[in-house]
């Protein structure tokens, strides 16, 4: 097991089996070469009782034997025994060192492990950021998760040992992408407020402009607010409506978006849509209360004329 790799027979047994965990904030191997080291010294424990029970010969020849009956008990120096287990204690710390040198590779991924990570989500998300700073994050961890699973070795064959890494591959990624859940959640969040925020804002521009002016004075400052609507605020909403786009394209490209999430997000598009609608629904009101009003004012003049009329033959 422990003789040069260059030898063909130092993989004629396949090496005893070391896996990396991931324990909390810290990387362990299991079982750990102190385990093995008890393990391995134990066999000359155990040889040293066997060879210490083995009855002797006569006993089993002559079952009537009078003679000694004690096991033979062979004369093992404590030195030669010492010796021996110390040169198992070298070849542990050797061939350990490997393994050991190889938990390297993963220190670029100590802010997983150590839970930094989480302390710097939560700072992140405690700031004012952009929907664009947080698809960064999210991608940024996405990619991370990726890299640990599919660009890292999940096996290996270091001298004695074989090295597998696959139960701490699997849950750096699980870190990783439970971080960006965390992300995509408060996105998901902040999107669908954005849209109620929308949606409050398109019902109340419908609700003003359908309204039914009581003088014309009302009817030219509902004429002036639609005017408003049409020529400035209303772009602003498009481009409102086309990042509501965007951001829905993204939380469905990488997270589960809850059916009331859709909803809601085609409610907002169907409010647009209906926009035009309501302009014209208000040019139809306007149109009809223009034509009253002139009616009244027409019915107003003649009735003055008349009035007038009367007081100059009363004159």
């Known amino acids: 097991l422990s003789l ?12 005893f089996i070391v896996r990396l965990v991931l324990d909390d904030t810290e990387i362990k191997f299991e079982p750990s070469f102190e385990d093995f080291e008890v393990v391995l010294l134990n066999v000359y424990d155990v ?5 210490g029970i083995i009855p002797r010969v006569e006993t089993k020849l002559y079952s009537e034997w009078s003679g000694n009956r004690q096991p033979l008990k062979p004369v093992i120096l404590d030195d030669i025994i010492e010796a021996h287990k110390g040169k198992i204690q070298l070849m542990l710390q050797k061939e350990s060192q490997a393994p050991i040198n190889h938990l ?3 220190d670029k991924y100590n802010f997983l492990v150590n839970k930094q990570a989480e302390t710097e989500i939560q700072q992140f998300m405690s700031e004012d950021h952009s929907f664009s700073d947080y698809t960064m994050e999210v ?3 996405k990619q991370l998760s990726e890299e640990i699973t599919y660009e890292t ?8 040992f074989v090295l597998q890494c696959d139960d701490m591959i699997r849950a750096l990624a699980k870190r990783a992408d439970e971080l960006s859940y965390v992300l995509l959640e408060k996105m998901s969040q902040e999107h669908v407020e954005i849209n109620k925020k929308l949606c409050r804002e398109f019902e109340s521009i419908a609700e003003k402009a359908l309204s039914t002016p009581a003088n014309t004075e009302e009817m030219m400052e509902l ?12 772009d602003d909403m498009e481009l409102e409506l086309i990042a509501a786009k965007d951001r829905m394209a993204f939380l469905l490209e990488y997270a589960t978006v809850a059916p009331s999430e859709i909803r809601m997000n085609s409610q907002t598009f169907q409010w647009w849509e ?7 629904e208000f040019r139809t009101i306007e149109k009809e209360k ?8 027409k019915m107003r003049r003649e009735r003055f004329i008349e009035e007038m009329d009367n007081y100059a033959k009363q004159l």
């Open 4 to 15: 040069p790799p260059e030898s063909s027979k130092a993989y004629g047994h396949p090496g």
């Open 47 to 51: 040889m040293i009782k066997a060879v």
């Open 104 to 106: 390297e590779n993963f």
């Open 139 to 141: 991608e940024r961890y």
């Open 153 to 160: 070795t999940k096996s290996m064959r270091l001298g004695m």
């Open 223 to 234: 004429k002036e607010f639609v005017k408003e609507i049409e020529t400035k605020k209303i």
């Open 274 to 280: 209906r926009m035009p609608q309501v302009f014209e």
């Open 290 to 297: 223009t034509e009253q009003y002139q009616e009244n004012l």
